[in-house]
């Protein structure tokens, strides 16, 4: 029913900058929530940053300060701006969207990337 599209990682040197991007597609109303997580080889998943449907953003204290996340409404697509990258910034990353499908009844819907790598060389 909603399909997210991760693009923008890769290799990069430390100090280095990346743009991500996830783009939704398929059936919902709205998209509230926006988000990107991350998972490094042996950790669990921790959220990065997130953004409200009005604005509203939120970062992990690591990121704070270089990395940048916003929303584009009318493409349904939310990025990640990464500066000054860190080798501790090196994991898989995920976008999430929480959606409102259609209905009756009308839910919302968790919905996750596939993932997209960014490896930060030191």
């Known amino acids: 029913q909603v399909q997210l599209v991760e693009s923008g990682g890769g290799l990069v040197q430390a100090g280095g900058s990346l743009r991500l991007s996830c783009a939704a597609s398929g059936s919902f109303l709205s998209i509230n929530d926006m988000g990107w997580y991350r998972q490094a080889p042996g950790k669990q998943r921790e959220l990065v940053a997130s953004?409200?449907?009005?604005?509203?953003?939120n970062y992990a204290d690591s990121v704070k300060g270089r990395f940048t996340i916003s929303r584009d409404h009318a493409k349904n697509t939310v990025y990640l701006q990464m500066n000054s990258l860190k080798s501790e910034d090196t994991a898989v990353y995920y976008c999430k969207m929480t959606t409102l499908l259609a209905g009756p009844p009308f839910r919302p819907l968790d919905a996750w990337g596939q993932g997209t790598r960014v490896t930060v060389s030191s």
């Open positions: 953004i409200t449907s009005g604005g509203s953003t």
